[in-house]
């Protein structure tokens, strides 16, 4: 069973910065894309930035030039790196993994930005 343990949330007041981690583990091929999603009190999950098999990346809108997404593929381990936080970045990361046509998610981590 692949498992995913993100850590890296807390608070932070606006303007800062914070460094999530992701790291899978079991039984996972090379071939797999790695994604952040936030959930928002009282809002639907979004999809935040994901990176393909062969490291292609993407973002929403309202975090490009802010937030950059990078794996170690060797560690299995995604990264998401947080700058200038604003408080509507508020909200419990997710991330998740696609091996093949099976997606598996995390636990979350708490995010808080205060103004």
């Known amino acids: 069973q692949v498992q995913l343990v993100e850590s890296g949330g807390g608070l932070v007041q606006a303007g800062g910065s914070l460094r999530l981690s992701c790291a899978a583990s079991?039984?996972?091929?090379?071939?797999?894309?790695m994604s952040w999603y936030r959930q928002a009190p009282g809002k639907e999950r979004e999809l935040v930035a994901g990176i393909g098999t062969f490291g292609s990346t993407h973002y929403t809108d309202s975090v490009k030039g802010r937030f950059t997404i990078s794996r170690d593929t060797g560690k299995n381990t995604v990264f998401l790196q947080m700058n200038s936080l604003k408080p509507e970045d508020t909200a419990v990361y997710y991330c998740?993994?696609?091996?093949?046509?099976?997606?598996?998610w995390g636990q979350g981590t708490q995010v808080a930005v205060s103004s």
């Open positions: 079991g039984p996972i091929s090379n071939l797999y894309a």
């Open positions: 998740n993994i696609e091996i093949g046509l099976r997606t598996y």
